[in-house]
C-alpha cells in the first residue's frame, strides 16, 4: 500500500479532492465524514487492501493518521 492508493479511497468515499487529505484530516475537519461515510470508508478500505478491520478499531479510525496507522498493521499482519 502506498499513500496515494490510501487517499484515493479515503477520497472516493468522503468526496473530496485526494490532495486536501492530510495529517489534519480528521472527522472535525471534514463536515462529509458523517458516521455513514465512516461506515462506508471501513468497507471501502477492507474491499480495496483485502483486510478486516476489527470493529473495536473500526469506531476510532476518525483522522487519516489513524487510518494509515491501522491499515498498516492489518497488511502487515496478513
Do not use: C, H
Not at 487492501?49 to 496478513?78: K, M
Amino acid at each position: 500500500m502506498n499513500e496515494l492508493e490510501l487517499k484515493r479511497v479515503i477520497a472516493a468515499v468522503l468526496d473530496v479532492p485526494p490532495e486536501s487529505i492530510d495529517e489534519t484530516t480528521s472527522v472535525d475537519t471534514v463536515e462529509e465524514w458523517t458516521s455513514l461515510a465512516q461506515l462506508n470508508l471501513i468497507l471501502a478500505l477492507e474491499e480495496e487492501f483485502g483486510i478486516e478491520i476489527p470493529d473495536e478499531e473500526a469506531a476510532d479510525l476518525t483522522s487519516y493518521p489513524l487510518i494509515r496507522l491501522v491499515v498498516q498493521e492489518q497488511l502487515a499482519a496478513s
